[in-house]
T-cell receptor, first 112, second 114 residues
């Protein structure tokens, strides 16, 4: 089955800098790649996704890149703010599938 | 926005104990999920369901049963709890149109098995 590897377990950046979180996946059939954010003591909530028919998507300060050949995708957070501090999970899913496989999470700390 | 609630929020039991975790969603979503979250493993899918009476096995089902009694309610049952089941459990629901569906998560239940 699909496996998603999230490469950074922790990431520390200064406020205003950019943060990049990298993930790889194994199943070439995966075509949907959502990202979720978990703030301290809370459940996850969706932040952005990308589908395999594009290689870049941006929503405000969040940019997702997808390299299907390398089976790699990444989340870029620009102009980081303290409220970006959280655990970020990448995930992968196949077309038509409601089952997603999550990575192990990256704890992002944005310091003033 | 979909509302997903879980109860209890915290539970302590002993090895061999019987535990039921409850989840309710109020957005008429078809799909509901149970995950466990452990450090270093992220979220792992235990069971999921696409409607009342339906159950699908996830990636880490051993030691867990689940039941979907209505579209709103999904239960996770640990009939002989073991310390390895100490974890943070999340319920989620999804049901958007099209092939891709955002999942909405509950606040989690922290289970400790002594």
């Amino acid at each position: 089955g699909e496996k998603v590897e999230q490469h950074e377990s922790t990431l520390s950046v200064r406020e205003g800098d950019s943060a990049v979180i990298n993930c790889t996946y194994t199943d070439t059939a995966s075509s949907y790649f959502p990202w979720y954010k978990q703030e301290a003591g809370k459940g996850l909530h969706f932040v952005i996704d990308i589908r395999s028919n594009v290689d870049r998507k941006q929503s405000q300060r969040l940019i997702v890149l997808l390299d299907k050949k390398a089976k790699r995708f990444s989340l870029h957070i620009t102009a980081t703010q303290p409220e970006d501090s959280a655990i970020y999970f990448c995930a992968a899913s196949m077309t038509g599938g409601y089952k997603v496989v999550f990575g192990s999470g990256t704890r992002l700390l944005v310091s003033p | 926005e979909a509302a997903v609630t879980q109860s209890p929020r915290n539970k302590v039991t002993v090895t061999g104990g019987n535990v039921t975790l409850s989840c309710r969603q109020t957005n008429s979503h078809n799909y509901m999920y149970w995950y466990r979250q452990d450090t270093g493993h992220g979220l792992r899918l235990i069971h999921y369901s696409y409607g009342a009476g339906n159950l699908q096995i996830g990636d880490v089902p051993d030691g867990y049963k689940a039941t979907r009694t209505t579209q709103e309610d999904f239960f996770l049952l640990l009939e002989l709890a073991s310390p390895s089941q100490t974890s943070l459990y999340f319920c989620a629901s999804s049901g958007g149109t099209g092939n891709y569906a955002e999942q909405f998560f509950g606040p989690g239940t922290r289970l400790t098995v002594l």
